[in-house]
């Protein structure tokens, strides 16, 4: 079945640094989208990419979808301590409605 | 957005009892998802549970284990039946809306001893 992989699982960084998470799946995706947890929180929507080449931003943070839509990025710019937390990468085949989540990378932004 | 009311928000039980989760959306929805997500996991899609037909289940996933509910367009129970430690976790309910995006409640944390 479709897999999903997500890294790196942890990045440690000075508040001010630059922080890309990465993922890459099996198969051909119909959409990806990125959700956010904060510690003791509950995954939050905070984009959804379904163009191949597609580039979307908000305000610090950029989604990418990569041209064979198999992976995807979310790079964010000068990290705040308001970005720490769990960001998942989620995918949808193409023949599945079943959304499935990357394992996730925690950041952790020391100020 | 989604308002999903779940509880119970945490719960600490006894190996061998069951656990029933519910799941309240603030409007009509077709389906509803039951997440796992084990500590510093990620997220399992346990069953989607649609109105007025059984769960349906993924792989790993069986009913006996986790019977689920859907009796109306906003609500959804999911039990954690015969529990067992390897069952501690966090158990999410989902909701779609606008579109493909996912709408989680805030969760029951399961510790079973």
């Known amino acids: 079945g479709q897999q999903v992989m997500q890294i790196p699982q942890y990045q440690h960084v000075q508040e001010g640094e630059d922080f890309t998470t990465y993922c890459n799946s099996s198969?051909?995706?119909?959409?990806i989208q990125w959700y956010k947890q904060r510690p003791g929180g509950h995954p939050v929507f905070l984009i959804q990419?379904?163009?191949?080449?597609e580039v979307k931003k908000q305000k610090r943070l950029t989604f990418q979808f990569g041209e064979a839509k198999k992976n995807s990025s979310l790079h964010i710019t000068a990290t705040q301590t308001t970005d720490v937390g769990t960001y998942f990468c989620?995918?949808?085949?193409?023949?599945?409605?079943?959304?499935?989540f990357g394992k996730g990378t925690s950041l952790l932004v020391t100020p | 957005s989604a308002v999903i009311s779940q509880k119970p928000s945490r719960d600490i039980c006894q190996r061998g009892t069951s656990l029933t989760i519910q799941c309240q959306v603030d409007?009509?929805?077709?389906?509803m998802f039951w997440y796992r997500q084990q500590p510093g996991q990620s997220l399992t899609l346990i069953a989607t549970?649609?109105?007025?037909?059984?769960?349906?289940?993924e792989s790993g996933f069986v009913i006996d284990k986790f019977p689920i509910s859907r009796p109306n367009l906003t609500f959804s129970t999911l039990t954690v039946s015969n529990m067992s430690p390897e069952d501690s976790s966090i158990y999410l309910c989902?909701?779609?809306?606008?579109?493909?995006?996912?709408?989680f409640g805030s969760g029951t944390q399961l510790s079973v001893l």
């Open positions: 989902s909701v779609n809306r606008g579109g493909e995006k996912l709408f």
């Open positions: 198969t051909t995706l119909s959409n």
């Open positions: 990419l379904v163009k191949s080449g």
């Open positions: 989620a995918g949808r085949s193409n023949s599945g409605y079943a959304l499935n």
């Open positions: 409007s009509q929805v077709t389906m």
């Open positions: 549970a649609n109105q007025g037909s059984e769960a349906t289940y």
